[in-house]
Structures are given as C-alpha cells and as structure tokens.
C-alpha cells in the first residue's frame, strides 16, 4: 500500500523509502535537537501512530481480508515495523529503556482493537457550530485529558518544557481536527461567498480553539508569569497554524489534503516565518475552489 502511494505521488518507490527515511531522520534530530520535551513527544508520536494502526475500522477491514490465523501476525508484523525508526533513532540518541519499552509495547497494542470513539453522547460546547470540533472533541476526548494531565504534571513536578509540550499537544489534536473534509451538505448551509465562509469558519475556530487550550494555556501562565511571553507565542503560533490547516483543507476540497501541502505545512512548523506567505497563497487558493460550492 505504501509503495502505490509512493508511485501515485509521482516518485520510485526505492527513491520514496529513501527520501522518507531521510526525512523522518531530520525531523527527530531538529526535534531532539530544539527542545528537552522532545522524549515525550517521541514516544507519544510512537504511541499516536501504533493507535492509528490499531483503530476499529482498520482492524475490521482486516478481518474482512485476512483469515483469522493470520490477522495477529499482521497486526504485529505492522506494529513492529511502525517503531523500528523511533527505536533506532532512541538508540542513536542513547536513550536505551525508552527504546526497549516501545517494542514489547507495539507488541501488547496489536492485541488490542482500539476505538477513539466515546459510546455514550458527550456534552460540548461545540454542537451549535459543527462539523470540525464537534466530532474532533469527542473522538480525541481521551487524548485531550491527557494532555490536560500532562501539563498539570509538568507544573506540580516544576517542569516547565513539560508543561508547555502538555499544552501543545493540545494544540496539535486542535490540527487533526481538520485534516479530513466535512460532507457537502455541511456547506450547502452556508449562504456565504467563498470569501466570507473562510473567515467565518477561521473566526469560529479561534473561539473554539481559545475554549480548548484556555485551561492549560492559563494555568501554565498562573504558574510561570516570568516566562509569559514564550507561552503566549506558543499561542498565538498555534493560531496561526490553525488558520493555515482550515485553509489547506479547502484547496483541496472536497477532497482530502494531499501530501505536499502538508508536507509544506510540515515546513512552516520548522519555520513559522513562513506564515506570512502561505496564508495569503493558501486563501487565494481555496477561494478559488470554493467558488465551485458556494456562491
């Protein structure tokens, strides 16, 4: 499966595991190399993926596939090779237990048929506003009280890199929520022009996002007042990028966000100067395509 998406993005496998694994290795090293938390995210990186791979709708459709006897050798099969690069790169790092909990660990979850689902209705403030928060609360419900949990850890342990990595998490599930499109009947209720539909849907996501992150963004600067200005450019950062994601998601409507505006986006993490420029490009982009949908 990889190999075909390899090929559909125009490139030689061989020369895709090549620039992948090159590129996987440069984002480790800039992330050791640019904060302290970065072991904390690695391993929550690790863990994100091996839950991905083990999500019910997968696991179903393999089930579907594969016959019984060989569904758990898959299973395993694909957790392994998912964090054989966090553990070599841990390994490079030095960091030997973290390296050696991640394999017995991608071993037990392939036992596991996870769901980010909550059965039961969740409450939130998001429901008069739908599609994005709404469904992206409750299917990273779990994910958000950890991070919660995170930060507050960070802040009772007096762990300040901690505490900041727990309230960016926070911002990063906030990302995911709009990585996948809404169904067109969701933009059919709008009688805006294209232009007026972004702002709309960028104004409402910075209020929604403000209710989110608000609890770990004002306790950290409760706790850490000195270092105000650090937190609150983590923020606004955050905001930022969330503008920049709603916009990449709809030059490509109705369709999902193809490779390389993410990896772009990817890029603009690395850099954020590099918002002043993709924001405009972007809107003007997904204007255009909208124009298609609304009138």
């Known amino acids: 499966m990889l190999n075909r998406q390899i090929k559909d993005f125009g490139l030689r496998p061989l020369w895709g595991w090549l620039l992948g694994s090159a590129g996987f290795f440069l984002f480790s090293w800039l992330l050791f ?9 690695y391993v929550l990186l690790a ?16 089930k579907i596939t594969f016959p019984e006897r060989s569904l758990r050798s898959i299973r395993m099969g694909e957790n392994v090779f998912a964090v054989i690069p966090f553990v070599l790169f841990l390994l490079y790092r030095k960091q030997v237990l973290p390296a050696l909990l991640l394999l017995p660990g991608a071993l037990l979850l392939s036992l596991i048929r996870h769901s980010a689902n ?27 009280f950890a991070a919660y949990l995170l930060t ?26 709009y990585t996948k499109p809404e169904p067109l ?31 770990p963004f004002a306790a950290m600067l409760i706790a850490y007042p000195e270092k105000w200005w650090m937190i609150t450019g983590i923020l606004l950062l955050g905001y930022g990028y969330v503008a920049l994601i709603i916009l990449i998601k709809y030059t490509a409507y109705p369709d999902e966000i193809p490779l390389v505006p993410l990896l772009i986006f990817s890029a603009s993490i690395f850099f954020p100067p590099l918002l002043l420029g993709l924001i405009p490009l972007f809107y003007s982009r997904s204007v255009n395509r909208l124009a298609t949908y609304l009138s």
């Open 152 to 177: 507050g850890i960070g802040i009772f342990v007096n762990n300040f890199h901690l505490g900041l990595f727990g309230s960016g998490v926070v911002l990063l599930l906030v990302l995911s929520f």
């Open 118 to 144: 909550i059965n039961t209705t969740v409450p939130t403030p998001f429901g008069k506003k739908p599609f994005e928060f709404l469904t992206g609360f409750r299917q990273s419900l779990l994910f958000i």
């Open 33 to 41: 190399s640019k904060t302290s938390a970065a072991i904390y995210l």
């Open 47 to 62: 863990a994100a993926s091996l839950v991905q791979l083990g999500n019910g709708k997968r696991t179903d459709f393999l």
């Open 185 to 215: 009947f969701y933009l059919w209720n709008f009688s805006f022009t294209p232009g007026k539909f972004l702002k709309k849907k960028v104004s409402t996501a910075m209020g929604h996002t403000t209710i989110l992150t608000g609890i």
